[in-house]
């Protein structure tokens, strides 16, 4: 059952009626997407930070089954450097892994979020952000490539390959997300396309590093550094309680999402894959993202929890997860 339907007794329906956010949401507005797509896992999303706060009674809950996350606890990440001694290689012979992708989710401190900005206060973020991003020296210096100005070729050819989102889906719709499309959105990408930044999607960025194989550690640790230098340049928005803020609830904390494109042709065919999953606290999805198919075989697997736990737990839960996948997978 979608979750925001769940909490929403008629109770809190009457609490929550004409409380409103600092950047105008109200109830209606957090909870459009699940009201207009019943199909929705979650259902709400957030417009700001105050959101969060105005909105707890709501977001609280949700937030506490989506991440197994108590409303009394407080979030503890930070990410450290990882051992990669602890985290080698699961696939030194690409057999298995095709390629490995680590992103977080983050947003400006001080601005509405996707959801709920302006047309103008997007480019005028998009400025700023590019700023920032221009500033990256080394091994992270890299070029923007505006959604605006992009031919539907390379659009596409970018899409297919894994680097670049796509417009937002009905859930994404729905919330608000994708007004003004394509204005104000764009891409930053390293010339090797191992570090990337998406602006402006779902959330303000979209931090990204990814690389063919399993190398989950050298995947970390370019992204910890990148990250870094972002945020010496830009300070984030961030809770004491929740973490990192994000548009959606299934982000916040770590905002970490930890993948790799595995093949497992026996396994992805079980009629209880997804939930064997679930149960190594993994979520699944197809090659094309969320809510895409699986093609020849290949899933898309992460760590499911973001909140609550550290950066490098997120790698470790993913990481003991595949390493059961792969031997279930060669033992049926
Ligand atoms: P997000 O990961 O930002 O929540 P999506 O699930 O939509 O969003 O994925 C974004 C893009 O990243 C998609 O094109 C997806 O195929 C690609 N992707 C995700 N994980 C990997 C991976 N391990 N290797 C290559 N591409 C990946
Ligand atoms: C939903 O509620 O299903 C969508 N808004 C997407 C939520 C995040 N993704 C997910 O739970 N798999």
Redesign the pocket.
């Known amino acids: 059952m979608m979750l925001a339907e769940k909490y929403l007794t008629e109770n809190l329906r009457k609490t929550l009626n004409g409380v409103q956010a600092e950047c105008g949401f109200k109830l209606a507005d957090v909870i459009r997407s699940g009201h207009e797509n019943p199909d929705s896992n979650i259902g709400a999303y957030a417009g700001d930070a105050d959101c969060y706060v105005k909105f707890s009674a709501l977001f609280d809950p949700i937030i506490a089954e989506y991440h197994s996350f108590p409303s009394d606890s407080e979030h503890r990440g930070d990410i450290q450097p990882l051992d990669s001694l602890t985290i080698p290689n699961l696939d030194p012979d690409n057999a298995q892994i ?4 680590i ?1 977080v989710a983050r947003n400006i401190e001080g601005v509405d979020f996707p959801p709920a900005i302006t047309a103008n206060a997007r480019l005028e973020l998009e400025r700023r952000i590019l700023r920032v991003l221009n500033n990256l020296k080394g091994e992270f210096a890299g070029s923007y490539h505006s959604l605006a100005n992009m031919t539907e070729e390379t659009q596409k050819q970018l ?1 297919q390959s ?1 680097f670049l ?1 796509k417009k937002g889906d009905r859930f994404l719709d729905s919330a608000g997300v994708n007004r003004d499309w394509p204005n104000g959105r764009g891409i930053f990408y390293t010339s090797d396309k191992t570090f990337l930044v998406w602006v402006n999607e779902e959330d303000h960025l ?1 931090i990204i590093s ?1 690389q063919q194989g399993g190398g989950l550690a050298n995947v970390y640790e370019r992204l910890r550094q990148g990250l870094e230098k972002i945020n010496e340049q830009v300070p984030f928005a961030r809770s004491h309680r929740l973490g990192y803020l994000s548009s959606c609830p299934t982000n916040l904390g770590t905002a970490m ?1 930890a ?3 595995i093949k497992l042709p026996r396994l992805g065919q079980r009629r209880d894959f997804g939930k064997l999953c679930n149960q190594l606290q993994l979520s699944v ?1 197809g ?4 809510h895409s198919k699986s093609e020849n075989g290949i899933w ?1 697997i992460s760590n499911k929890q973001r909140l609550g736990i550290t950066e490098v737990e997120c790698i470790e839960i993913l990481y003991s997860g595949l390493e059961k996948l792969i031997r279930l997978e060669e033992n049926g």
């Open positions: 095709l390629s490995t992708r992103r899409t894994h989102f979209r990814m999402r993948s790799v494109h999805r090659i094309h993202g969320e898309d």
